[in-house]
């Protein structure tokens, strides 16, 4: 009980205090959160993917098998969701948007400061990985998916090579693979930027929240949120066996895919004319039950 109560108060709490603050913001400047948003997506994040994996030790082969983990993770899930969706009765709007959040975890603004908070800066670099693959995925796959696979290829393209973390992920290998040393006047600025992601993320999850409402269906949502948090960790935990992870790569993978439904959902059910008020219920109701199985999991994984 003891181990639990600290993972919840040095892991967990302080991402609900700065959402909270998140939260509060919104209430009181609203309308603000797009552009909060919009400069944690194209500046910070990528300086954060840059600096964590271009001073990282890990492995070529660690970082394709955690690539490799987050397409089979969200690949399986998507499926299930498919399958589980149909006896739900869902409108075609609202069983698109279902598929959508049960496929896509937050791997972002919330799964990289418990991964930071939880496993040290190396299990961040680890998280990166996961995070940029997520977002190359949810720009191609899941504008398919939100445009009902039809006909959406060009906007697909478009929205892939509009991830600015994907190219820092390139800059970062580049540098390993050529052990270039990085001129201070280079690195500093994006240090410092990237040191603003993770308070960003967190302030930009809390407006985000702000948003929430009473959702229509919400046995449906109950479903979403039971297939997020409890059902993905267990097919997180049999594929890092399956690709042969271990160690802290094997808990950061795990965790991460216990991760709640991803905010970037609600933006595709904006774009897409989907069933925005449902896709947000669920992020909210997973985000703020989510520290119920995180600090179990995390438990779990130290133990």
């Not at 913001?25 to 797009?34: A, C, F, H, Q, W």
């Not at 998916?145 to 959406?152: D, E, F, K, L, W």
């Given at each position: 009980?003891?181990?639990?109560?600290?993972?919840?108060?040095?892991?967990?709490?302080?991402?609900?205090?700065?959402?909270?603050?998140?939260f509060?913001?919104?209430?009181?400047?609203?309308?603000?959160?797009?552009?909060?948003?919009?400069?944690?997506?194209?500046?910070?994040?990528?300086?954060?993917?840059?600096?964590?994996?271009?001073?990282?030790?890990?492995?070529?082969?660690?970082?394709?098998?955690?690539?490799?983990?987050c397409?089979?993770?969200?690949?399986?899930?998507?499926?299930?969701?498919?399958?589980?969706?149909?006896?739900?009765?869902?409108?075609?709007?609202?069983?698109?948007?279902?598929?959508?959040?049960?496929?896509?975890?937050?791997?972002?603004?919330?799964?990289?400061?418990?991964?930071?908070?939880?496993?040290?800066?190396?299990?961040?670099?680890?998280?990166?990985?996961?995070?940029?693959?997520?977002?190359?995925?949810?720009?191609?796959?899941?504008?398919f998916?939100?445009?009902?696979?039809?006909?959406?290829f060009?906007?697909?393209?478009?929205?892939?090579?509009?991830?600015?973390?994907?190219?820092?992920?390139?800059?970062?290998?580049?540098?390993?693979?050529?052990?270039?040393?990085?001129?201070?006047?280079?690195?500093?600025?994006?240090?410092?930027?990237?040191?603003?992601?993770?308070?960003?993320?967190?302030?930009?999850?809390?407006?985000?929240?702000?948003?929430?409402?009473?959702?229509?269906?919400?046995?449906?949502v109950?479903?979403?949120?039971?297939?997020?948090?409890?059902?993905?960790?267990?097919?997180?935990?049999?594929?890092?066996?399956?690709?042969?992870?271990?160690?802290?790569?094997?808990?950061?993978?795990?965790?991460?895919?216990?991760?709640?439904?991803?905010?970037?959902?609600?933006?595709?059910?904006?774009?897409?004319?989907?069933?925005?008020?449902f896709?947000?219920?669920?992020?909210?109701?997973?985000?703020?039950?989510?520290?119920?199985?995180?600090?179990?999991?995390?438990?779990?994984?130290?133990?």
């Open positions: 009980m003891t181990s639990l109560l600290s993972i919840l108060i040095s892991d967990v709490a302080p991402i609900f205090v700065i959402a909270g603050i998140g509060l913001l919104e209430r009181r400047l609203g309308g603000s959160v797009k552009v909060l948003s919009s400069i944690s997506f194209n500046a910070l994040s990528p300086c954060l993917v840059f600096t964590q994996l271009a001073g990282s030790s890990m492995s070529a082969g660690d970082a394709g098998r955690m690539a490799a983990f397409l089979l993770l969200t690949a399986i899930m998507g499926f299930i969701a498919r399958m589980v969706g149909s006896p739900l009765h869902l409108g075609g709007k609202t069983r698109t948007s279902f598929i959508l959040t049960v496929m896509f975890s937050n791997s972002g603004n919330f799964a990289l400061p418990v991964i930071l908070f939880a496993f040290g800066r190396e299990g961040l670099a680890h998280a990166s990985i996961y995070f940029v693959t997520s977002a190359v995925v949810v720009y191609t796959a899941g504008v998916i939100a445009v009902h696979g039809g006909h959406g060009q906007k697909a393209m478009s929205g892939m090579v509009r991830v600015p973390s994907l190219y820092a992920l390139a800059a970062a290998f580049i540098f390993l693979v050529t052990r270039t040393t990085i001129p201070i006047a280079i690195m500093r600025p994006i240090g410092m930027l990237s040191d603003a992601a993770i308070p960003m993320m967190l302030l930009v999850l809390g407006m985000q929240l702000k948003r929430a409402t009473f959702p229509e269906r919400p046995s449906a109950l479903v979403a949120v039971a297939l997020s948090l409890l059902v993905a960790p267990v097919i997180g935990i049999t594929l890092s066996a399956l690709l042969g992870m271990t160690s802290l790569a094997r808990d950061v993978a795990i965790v991460v895919s216990a991760m709640p439904a991803a905010v970037v959902t609600t933006v595709l059910a904006l774009e897409f004319d989907l069933d925005s008020a896709v947000t219920s669920v992020v909210f109701v997973s985000t703020l039950l989510s520290p119920l199985t995180l600090v179990l999991l995390i438990a779990y994984l130290k133990g």
